[in-house]
């Protein structure tokens, strides 16, 4: 069993014992529930850097990236660094995440916050929507057509956009529909972990260009931004790059700087 299949198979664990101790009905009744979202597609068509910065606690590929730092205090340092956006890992098991880290980011930043998750239950787009999340995540290797369907028009009837992520050209073939906003190309393999930026050059012309392109993984230095730009990119998830530092907001507004040169 890979990686993935054993997060997939915790997840529905969880997901069980979570509908048995806080139904729906409770989740609808939040005060973030009723929130107005912000759109990260309509940030990133319009940006010249195109910054998604995550936070991110550990990982199954890289054991512990940060465990020290205060989410609140990463969130403010993100915003003041002028991201256009905050993923932050909601798994705890696998990545040291919870919902809670979803909302002290959203208490401290107006920023559009993706919560990144393994999703696969609409339970799970209810409770991104009442801990204030603004877009969710779906990954392509762990659904088929009519799950990423379902879960993306319940996304869209909260006003939640939705960032679909792919690993290879099987995946975006069966995946593209238009109840998706954003497509992003992983370039890990969640298989062998290795990274490769080509992952992202060569399944570029297979997206269309109705969806924002998001290139996820293994972007570390700002050449690798404007090799993507090119291929059509306009979103970039960086995560491990800044959490691996001391001042993750810092180090991200050094970045943003090098990228505007």
Known sequence: MD???KIVRDKHKEIELKKSLIPTSQLESSVLFKKATASLSAKLRNSATGIIAEHKRRSPSKSVINNTLNVADVAIGYKNAGVCGMSVLTDGKYFGGSLD???????????????KEFIIDE??????????????????????PKEIK?????????????????????????????SLDMLGVNNRNLKTF??????????????????VKVSESGISNTESIK?????????????ENFMKTDDPGAHATDFIKKLEL
């Open 150 to 178: 379902a879960l993306s028009l319940l996304s869209k009837s909260l006003n939640l956009e939705v960032l679909l992520e792919v690993h290879n050209e099987e995946e975006l073939k069966k995946s593209i529909m238009p």
């Open 123 to 144: 339970y799970q787009i209810v409770e991104a929507k009442a801990y204030g999340a603004d877009v969710i995540l779906l990954i392509a290797a762990v659904l088929d």
């Open 101 to 115: 880290d979803l909302l002290l980011a959203r208490a401290v930043s107006d920023l559009p916050i993706l919560r």
């Open 227 to 239: 090799a993507l730009r090119p291929y059509g990119y306009q979103g970039f998830l960086i995560g």
């Open 3 to 5: 990686i993935l299949q």
């Open 194 to 211: 290795e990274v490769d930026l080509n992952t992202s050059k060569s399944l570029a012309g297979l997206i269309p260009d109705d969806f």
